[in-house]
């Protein structure tokens, strides 16, 4: 089974709109770390926010902010006030028992959500 | 936060030769990842690096396919052997820098490689 899906390959918004970017997770982990990367056609990989299992408020980092619903075990990102700069390939990731393994593991990414920004 | 440097940033290489690529970090880290990113996809862990010991490959990864070095905390390279077009991909070098539950993921800005 997959362990992130991201169900949007691609996705339109008008410059200025909200746009929400679908992810959803397994895991039988009670401890987890939900992440968002963005990355530009440049090729760079960058950090955008994170959302623990235990965290009981939704993260928000600057124009995003991230839609945590443990029970139905979804993380989408939100982008508020979208902005040309904004397009770009956006990955949902997970890494597994942050508290028993001392948060060691790698990453597991999803397959990518490509966000286009319109004017 | 972590500063990575990864070289080559990109090569055009001939089918049934290696190469190897190195990332270099400019602080210590425990753990160093290689990620592999092909065309259109997402990314996939290739092995994680420890130092002074034998990498951990994933499954459809192996030592001989892809050798890995980390003779220090702050370095790592990345062999591609015998490659095929169907190596032709970004390899990315990654490390987890501050809290060890909590920390994400920093990256090399990735080195893009194509087999003819």
């Known amino acids: 089974a997959q362990k992130i899906t991201q169900t949007q390959p691609g996705m339109f918004v008008q410059e200025k709109e909200a746009v929400t970017l679908d992810c959803t997770y397994d895991t039988s982990d009670q401890s987890y770390g939900l992440f968002w990367y963005k990355q530009p056609s440049s090729g760079e990989m960058i950090f955008l926010i994170y959302q623990g299992s235990y965290d009981e408020q939704n993260a928000t980092e600057g124009r995003y902010s991230l839609n945590f619903q443990k029970a139905r075990k979804s993380a989408n990102l939100v982008i508020s006030a979208s902005q040309l700069g904004d397009s770009a390939m956006y990955f949902c990731?997970?890494?597994?028992?942050?508290?028993?393994?001392?948060?060691?593991?790698?990453?597991?990414f999803g397959s990518g959500t490509r966000l286009q920004v319109q004017p | 936060s972590a500063v990575i440097s990864q070289k080559p940033s990109r090569d055009i290489c001939q089918r049934g030769t290696s190469l190897t690529i190195q990332c270099q970090v400019d602080?210590?880290?425990?753990?160093m990842f290689w990620y592999r990113q092909q065309p259109g996809q997402s990314l996939t862990l290739i092995a994680t690096?420890?130092?002074?010991?034998?990498?951990?490959?994933e499954s459809g990864f192996v030592i001989d396919k892809f050798p890995i070095s980390r003779p220090n905390l702050t370095f790592s390279t990345l062999t591609v052997s015998n490659m095929s077009p169907e190596d032709s991909s970004i390899y990315l070098c990654?490390?987890?820098?501050?809290?060890?539950?909590?920390?994400?993921?920093?990256f090399g800005e990735g080195s893009r490689l194509t087999v003819l």
């Open positions: 690096a420890n130092q002074g010991s034998e990498a951990t490959y």
């Open positions: 990731a997970m890494r597994e028992g942050i508290i028993e393994d001392t948060g060691r593991r790698a990453l597991t």
């Open positions: 602080s210590q880290v425990t753990m």
């Open positions: 990654s490390v987890k820098v501050g809290s060890p539950n909590t920390g994400e993921l920093f």
